[in-house]
């Protein structure tokens, strides 16, 4: 009887897992409790979560500080709807943001995920181009490889190779552009008054393979949606928080875009929580006596306040601990192994704060390719004590702030071991 079956046997009756082809993966490593950097399986195994649980695990799983946030905010006030009602932690994290973020993103609007993050600021973007700046401007533009989440228009925004092209005739139209200054300033001229926004993951790309957005990019996109009236929004749902160095990616091009979206590392990992701030250009829009010129969006959870209360604890982290700082360590040192055993020879290296990737060259590049496969294989196979998850012909770390040194040159040299298996 099923009943009879452990819990992680069951699992394959009734769970539908994401980004998981079932015909191919027919089990899941059973997770039990987490502490630190370190999971522990049902069967009392550890595994180093060296990819921070999809980006999300800033300062280590169960964190003292944010545990007792939640509780105590448990104890005090859970849930209540962010419309026509308010809250302190709302309140004190959204001042906390403003303070905190690139110049002038001055409100804060709550929701649930990364993806929703994104939707709310193309929408809200979109409303404010039709309202402040009149003319048709109704494209937007991101860049080849962005990834910005599944819901309808973050997958508009993303790159449709490989994951969206089956959506594509129920997607809006979006100019995506190389990663290029000149390409990006080309396509804003070419649009003119037509662009509504530019979206970017400044610094780095995630799901493209960690791959670079520099600077001079992040800039040239700045000027010409300045040149041309169109809005700038930073997705920095991987990059926030101090992934690559520095509180916020964007501080990386010394500049500030008129919409910024943030999630995972807002909560250090432990609740889901998102935000789009924004700036005043783009509240003021909205802001009328008239009803019906409203922001029509909201989620049941909009400004929700556990998580709010353990954002607010997770920012007194960021700063009691320096966490930007411990993740340039963390990936310094990873770096440091690979570059000592040789490993990072065999493919191109690249490091982002906390974030050390390493692609390699393949007949079939990308999110499916084989050589994909095959570091998949190897990551089970060579890894039991670290879990890696390679994005196509990328592998990477990118584990949370507390990692030791010791850790660290454990996570570099599993993806040896995992490279040796998968390359010869
Ligand atoms: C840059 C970026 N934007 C948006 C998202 C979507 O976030 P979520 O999975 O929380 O919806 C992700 C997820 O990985 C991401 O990396």
């Known amino acids: 009887m099923s009943e009879q079956r452990p819990w992680w046997e069951r699992d394959a009756d009734v769970c539908w897992h994401p980004y998981t082809q079932h015909g191919l993966e027919p089990s899941f490593l059973p997770v039990a409790r987490a502490e630190g950097a370190w999971l522990e399986l049902a069967d009392g195994t550890r595994m180093l979560d060296a990819v921070s649980s999809w980006w999300a695990c800033l300062h280590g799983h169960g964190h003292p500080r944010l545990v007792a946030a939640l509780s105590a905010q448990a104890a005090t006030l859970d849930h209540v709807l962010f419309a026509g009602c308010t809250h302190e932690p ?29 939707e709310v600021a193309l929408k809200a973007c979109y409303t404010a181009c039709r309202r402040r700046r009149h003319g048709a401007r109704n494209v937007f533009v991101a860049l080849e490889g962005a990834y910005h989440g599944d819901t309808f228009g973050a997958m508009a925004v993303g790159d449709p190779d490989p994951f969206f092209e089956s959506f594509g005739d129920l997607l809006f139209e979006v100019r995506h552009v190389a990663a290029e200054v ?18 970017l993951e400044p610094i780095v790309q995630g799901a493209a393979g960690m791959r670079s957005v520099p600077p001079e990019v992040v800039q040239a996109a700045r000027q010409a949606c300045d040149k041309h009236g169109a809005f700038l929004i930073a997705d920095e749902v991987m990059t926030g928080f101090g992934r690559t160095g520095t509180l916020f990616a964007c501080e990386q091009a010394g500049i500030a875009p008129d919409a910024m979206c943030l999630s995972k590392g807002l909560t250090g990992g432990m609740l889901p ?14 802001r009328s006596e008239r009803a019906d010129r409203m922001f029509f969006h909201g989620h049941t959870y909009t400004g929700h306040a556990l998580g709010c209360a353990v954002a ?15 993740l340039e360590a963390v990936g310094a040192r990873i770096e440091g192994a690979l570059v000592a055993s040789g490993t990072a020879a065999r493919g191109s290296l690249r490091r982002f704060g906390g974030i050390t990737a390493l692609e390699f060259a393949a007949e079939d590049e990308g999110y499916l390719s084989n050589l994909g496969a095959r570091l998949k294989a190897a990551c089970r196979n060579e890894s039991p004590d670290v879990l890696l998850r390679p994005l196509g012909n990328v592998l990477y770390a990118m584990p949370p702030a507390c990692t030791s040194g010791a850790e660290c040159d454990l996570i570099a040299a599993r993806m040896a071991q995992v490279v040796a298996s998968a390359l010869d």
């Open 182 to 199: 000149e390409a990006i300033r080309a396509t804003l001229d070419e649009l003119g008054d037509r662009a509504c926004a530019l979206i």
């Open 312 to 326: 607010l604890a997770s920012l007194d982290v960021v700063e009691a601990e320096g966490t930007p700082q411990r």
């Open 273 to 286: 929580l998102a935000v789009t701030l924004f700036n005043d250009a783009i509240f003021e829009a909205f």
């Open 90 to 118: 709302a309140v004190r994290l959204a001042e906390r943001l403003a303070a905190a973020a690139p110049p002038g993103l001055t409100r804060t609007f709550f929701s649930d995920d990364g993806s929703t993050a994104v």
